[in-house]
């Protein structure tokens, strides 16, 4: 039981309860990306299911095969959260040992999705769904495929590869940012339904990401839970949890892990060991965003041309707001990379460059991160140059479009490209 998470004490507490008795039927994971809790939330609800006493992780039992391969009915994944990494990830574990539990690892990892889109939840918005079913087919014939065995490394490779080309592009375009009323309604009339086995489990991943109204709806299931499921909640920002949900949970906290755990977990989970060849030791999450079609240092420089392609067609507006903003800008560019050929392209051009270093955007958490990073740089601004009133406000209502853009795409699912020249224009009429 638990033996797939690695150097978390707050699983100790969990077995000990679940043996006790004394587990509550609703919980709460906090701690940081990366730390876990989904992995424990999952195995928890695997324990709870399990026709052995103490359900071991390699039990063979119906019930364990079926959540070990995230297929049983009684299983419940609601919430948004960065899935290409860890698939990316996944992937590149199972083409290195097709046949070894990276295997396993990698269907687990697109399975995550995928019950994002369980008809349970979309019960009403049959419409959005609909326009989703072409991918989420196509990614269950291709699991189903791979699940037969491929003899041919080269057929597997394909299939893989059309696999993580349908499963981004089903995050991109069926994964809102934040929890919507509707889901978390399906998810509590689903929570009251009698279980197929023992006992059900329902986790709500990042559930400070959610719109006031589910708030409300989710206090009414945590205030009368059902007798026969589990509510797992999970969240790295506890804070960002209203207190009335707080107060009906009892909480398990995942620490940051040390950096030989991290190691461990890289070794172990996804097989690889040669992440430390050059000596280097990278955190799991690290880890996981280098197999982002984009390295991150190509995303940081990227979000610093962006910036200074900004910047420079700012130095030739005929008029500023203030011209000392202008003056500190001009020197700011110093820090940035200079955007060659781009001194007279127009906005569509600059950010047909950014498209491009950044591979369209093809994987979400590219874009979250490109946003990031122009976070960081208006943070650098502001930590290197005298805060008068003027550059404060500027910088504050760029942070602000920077978030609406990242809104605007996560959970509006608006065109990157789009949402990108509504942040220039914005960005550059502020100056």
Same mark, same amino acid.
Request: proline share 6%; charged share 25%.
């Given at each position: 039981?638990?033996?797939?998470?690695?150097?978390? *004490?707050?699983?100790?507490?969990?077995?000990?309860?679940? =043996?006790?008795?004394?587990?509550p039927p609703s919980i709460l994971f906090e701690g940081p990306p990366a730390s876990g809790k989904g992995t424990a939330a999952l195995e928890l609800g695997r324990a709870?299911?399990?026709?052995?006493?103490?359900?071991?992780?390699?039990?063979?039992?119906?019930?364990?095969?079926?959540?070990?391969?995230?297929?049983?009915?009684?299983?419940?994944?609601?919430?948004?959260?960065?899935?290409?990494?860890?698939?990316?990830?996944?992937?590149?574990?199972?083409?290195?040992?097709?046949?070894?539990?990276?295997?396993?690892?990698?269907?687990?990892?697109?399975?995550?999705?995928?019950?994002?889109?369980?008809?349970?939840?979309?019960?009403?918005?049959?419409?959005?769904?609909?326009?989703?079913?072409?991918?989420?087919?196509?990614?269950?014939?291709?699991?189903?495929?791979?699940?037969?065995?491929?003899?041919?490394?080269?057929?597997?490779? $394909?299939?893989?590869?059309?696999?993580?080309?349908?499963?981004?592009?089903?995050?991109?375009?069926?994964? %809102?940012?934040?929890?919507?009323?509707?889901?978390?309604?399906?998810?509590?009339?689903?929570?009251?339904?009698?279980?197929?086995?023992? =006992? $059900?489990?329902?986790?709500?991943?990042?559930?400070?990401?959610?719109?006031?109204?589910?708030?409300?709806?989710?206090?009414?299931?945590?205030?009368?839970?059902?007798?026969?499921?589990?509510?797992?909640?999970?969240?790295?920002?506890?804070?960002?949890?209203?207190?009335?949900?707080?107060? =009906?949970?009892?909480?398990?906290?995942?620490?940051?892990?040390?950096?030989?755990?991290?190691?461990?977990?890289?070794?172990?989970?996804?097989?690889? %060991?040669?992440?430390?060849?050059?000596? %280097?030791? *990278?955190?799991?999450?690290?880890?996981?965003?280098?197999?982002? *079609?984009?390295?991150?240092?190509?995303?940081?420089?990227?979000?610093?041309?962006?910036?200074? %392609?900004?910047?420079?067609?700012?130095?030739?507006?005929?008029?500023?707001?203030?011209?000392?903003?202008?003056?500190?800008?001009?020197?700011?560019?110093?820090?940035?990379?200079?955007?060659?050929?781009?001194?007279?392209?127009t906005v569509r051009t600059i950010l047909t460059m950014v498209m491009k270093e950044l591979d369209n955007f093809s994987m979400p958490l590219v874009f979250t991160d490109?946003?990031?990073?122009?976070?960081?740089?208006?943070?650098?601004?502001?930590?290197?140059?005298?805060?008068? *009133?003027?550059?404060?406000?500027?910088?504050?209502?760029?942070?602000?479009?920077?978030?609406?853009?990242?809104?605007?795409?996560?959970?509006?699912?608006?065109?990157?490209?789009?949402?990108?020249? =509504?942040?220039?224009?914005?960005?550059?009429?502020?100056?």
């Amino acid at each position: 039981m638990f033996e797939n998470v690695l150097g978390q *004490p707050a699983v100790q507490q969990l077995m000990a309860d679940l =043996r006790g008795g004394v587990l509550p039927p609703s919980i709460l994971f906090e701690g940081p990306p990366a730390s876990g809790k989904g992995t424990a939330a999952l195995e928890l609800g695997r324990a709870l299911s399990c026709l052995t006493p103490e359900a071991p992780w390699n039990c063979t039992c119906s019930e364990c095969i079926k959540h070990r391969q995230l297929l049983h009915p009684d299983l419940l994944l609601v919430g948004s959260r960065d899935f290409s990494a860890e698939i990316a990830a996944a992937s590149a574990a199972y083409i290195r040992e097709p046949e070894s539990a990276a295997k396993l690892l990698f269907f687990r990892s697109v399975r995550k999705l995928l019950n994002r889109f369980n008809p349970q939840l979309w019960e009403g918005e049959e419409a959005r769904l609909g326009k989703l079913a072409p991918l989420i087919t196509t990614c269950n014939e291709i699991l189903e495929e791979l699940s037969i065995g491929q003899d041919d490394g080269t057929d597997r490779e $394909k299939l893989t590869a059309n696999l993580l080309k349908n499963v981004f592009q089903l995050e991109r375009e069926g994964i %809102s940012d934040t929890i919507p009323i509707f889901q978390i309604r399906r998810a509590a009339y689903w929570a009251r339904l009698a279980p197929s086995g023992k =006992r $059900k489990l329902l986790v709500i991943e990042n559930a400070d990401r959610m719109q006031d109204s589910a708030r409300n709806a989710l206090l009414k299931i945590l205030e009368e839970p059902p007798e026969t499921t589990q509510i797992v909640l999970s969240t790295a920002k506890k804070s960002a949890l209203l207190p009335t949900i707080r107060s =009906r949970l009892r909480p398990y906290t995942f620490e940051p892990r040390d950096q030989r755990t991290e190691q461990e977990v890289i070794r172990r989970v996804f097989r690889d %060991s040669r992440a430390f060849d050059d000596g %280097s030791s *990278p955190s799991l999450q690290k880890y996981l965003e280098s197999f982002l *079609p984009v390295p991150p240092e190509q995303i940081t420089r990227t979000a610093g041309l962006f910036l200074a %392609s900004l910047i420079q067609k700012a130095q030739r507006m005929p008029s500023v707001h203030s011209e000392q903003n202008r003056l500190i800008l001009q020197s700011f560019t110093q820090a940035l990379p200079e955007p060659e050929g781009l001194q007279n392209a127009t906005v569509r051009t600059i950010l047909t460059m950014v498209m491009k270093e950044l591979d369209n955007f093809s994987m979400p958490l590219v874009f979250t991160d490109f946003l990031m990073q122009l976070l960081e740089l208006c943070t650098s601004l502001l930590q290197n140059y005298q805060k008068g *009133p003027e550059l404060i406000t500027l910088v504050t209502y760029w942070k602000d479009q920077i978030k609406e853009a990242d809104s605007a795409v996560s959970t509006f699912n608006q065109n990157p490209l789009s949402s990108l020249e =509504r942040l220039f224009i914005s960005m550059l009429e502020a100056i």
